[in-house]
């Protein structure tokens, strides 16, 4: 079983659509990180977050550490926010991050 | 710099070649990590630097592929004789420390073709 498991793997949404992405993971954790990779392969960091919930503009993320989830929202989502969204977690020396496969997010307009 | 740097953006190169890619970190960041995407697969760790602390290599893949980073700044990851499989995507990270607390800021990565 990976450490770290999103789901799910690709989804379609039309544009002004709420959209849920999931986190699971198997390891304690001092924090997780979302990350959003566009089509060029530069990956951005869109939250670092241990407890609760922390928003950015349309970007929510929540974490629940004693069930080891976290959700990635995203409010009125527009086709700009078309990427693939990632989730990883800090595991062992040096606290190198293990990413989730990763979610394949396309918004059409 | 403002942001963690990498060159080139792209390389193609030919079978069994050397490759040398640079990585830039944030200025002040004593952590710096090379991560490597393989196309159609999630990311996978190579290599970590801590400061002057030996570097963990747990991720290399094989001993074709070594880096080095002197003191704080930049590092350059090196692949020998390249092989078909060794195209991917190379991104490098850099962190104020080795606490997971502080974020992490990516490079934009190196494209690799091997031909």
């Known amino acids: 079983k990976n450490e770290v498991e999103q789901s799910p793997q690709n989804l379609t949404a039309q544009e002004g659509e709420f959209i849920t992405i999931n986190c699971s993971y198997s390891?304690?954790?001092?924090?997780l990180h979302w990350l959003q990779q566009h089509p060029g392969g530069g990956i951005v960091s869109l939250f670092m977050?241990?407890?609760g919930k922390k928003k950015h503009g349309r970007l929510i993320a929540t974490i629940n550490i004693q069930e080891k989830h976290s959700s990635l929202h995203i409010t009125a989502s527009h086709p700009r926010d078309s990427a693939v969204y990632i989730c990883a977690v800090p595991s062992g020396y040096g606290n190198k991050l293990v990413f989730g496969a990763g979610t394949i997010l396309r918004v059409k307009s | 710099g403002a942001g963690v740097s990498q060159s080139p953006s792209n390389k193609v190169t030919e079978k069994g070649k050397d490759v040398e890619l640079r990585c830039d970190p944030i200025s002040g960041h004593t952590a710096l990590y090379w991560y490597r995407q393989r196309l159609g697969q999630g990311l996978e760790f190579l290599i970590y630097f801590q400061g002057n602390s030996a570097p963990d290599k747990s991720g290399l893949p094989s001993d074709r592929f070594s880096a080095e980073r002197t003191g704080e700044s930049v590092s350059t990851l090196t692949i020998q004789r390249t092989q078909q499989e060794d195209s991917a995507v190379y991104l490098c990270?850099?962190?104020?420390?080795?606490?997971?607390?502080?974020?992490?800021?990516f490079g934009s990565g190196t494209r690799l073709t091997v031909v």
């Open positions: 390891v304690g954790i001092s924090a």
């Open positions: 990270a850099s962190s104020l420390t080795q606490n997971s607390n502080y974020g992490y800021t």
């Open positions: 977050l241990s407890s």
